[in-house]
Antibody, heavy 120, light 107 residues
Framework: QVQLQQSGPGLVKPSQTLSLTCAIS??????????WNWIRQSPSRGLEWLGRTYFRSKWYNDYAISVKSRITINPDTSKNQFSLQLNSVTPEDTAVYYCARVARGTYDLWGQGTLVTVSS | EIVMTQSPATLSVSPGERATLSCRASQSVSSNLAWYQQKSGQAPRLLIY???TRATGIPARFSGSGSGTEFTLTISSLQSEDFAVYYCQQYNNWPYTFGQGTKLEIK
């Protein structure tokens, strides 16, 4: 059974770095037919795609313009997982963060979600 | 970036009745349109892809139609477990984008 399991802190202080990890079971982060994404959801922004990493003979990353200067998504092939780092967070980054797999264009597999609150 | 607009924002329907949800794209997305269901406290779940193909395990009471810029999700006979928020998403153009959602509530 394919699953995504998220981990990481639920509280981050302003100006610090938000770090989350998504562990993959039943598939491979190095798959040539999937992309591994981070999406967040808040009442004000709805579902907001943040970025993705994927392997097509080499590794690629794409990031949303809104966070491009602050975000890094890294694959970890040794642990079959991928991570999100979002720097210099503010209260506006408070949201539920999801990892998700894209296959054939659709988000067909999601992690359980992590509520991250940015507060001192 | 393609903007996806869903209507109505909230739809009140009685159990057993039919629900019709709409999604409009700011430019053609062909049939590259998906629908998701999200229940409170859960991640979204893929219902429909290719505008009309049900994902694995999705009941036949869910159906999708449309192409180009106008799409519809129909739930033929609402069950209690169907009351949730529904999102459309286009995957014709990068970046893929979601609508803002329609909340389906019990009348």
């Amino acid at each position: 059974q394919v699953q995504l399991q998220q981990s990481g802190p639920g509280l981050v202080k302003p100006s610090q770095t938000l770090s989350l990890t998504c562990a993959i079971s039943g598939d491979s982060v190095s798959s040539n037919s999937a992309a591994w994404n981070w999406i967040r959801q808040s009442p004000s922004r709805g579902l907001e795609w943040l970025g993705r990493t994927y392997f097509r003979s080499k590794w690629y990353n794409d990031y949303a313009i809104s966070v491009k200067s602050r975000i890094t998504i890294n694959p970890d092939t040794s642990k079959n997982q991928f991570s999100l780092q979002l720097n210099s967070v503010t209260p506006e980054d408070t949201a539920v963060y999801y990892c998700a797999r894209v296959a054939r264009g659709t988000y067909d597999l999601w992690g359980q979600g992590t509520l991250v609150t940015v507060s001192s | 970036e393609i903007v996806m607009t869903q209507s109505p924002a909230t739809l009140s329907v009685s159990p057993g009745e039919r629900a019709t949800l709409s999604c409009r794209a700011s430019q053609s997305v062909s049939s590259n349109l998906a629908w998701y269901q999200q229940k409170s406290g859960q991640a979204p779940r893929l219902l429909i892809y290719g505008a009309s193909t049900r994902a694995t395990g999705i009941p036949a009471r869910f159906s999708g139609s449309g192409s180009g810029t106008e799409f519809t999700l129909t739930i033929s006979s609402l069950q209690s477990e169907d009351f949730a928020v529904y999102y459309c998403q286009q995957y014709n153009n990068w970046p893929y984008t979601f609508g803002q959602g329609t909340k389906l509530e019990i009348k």
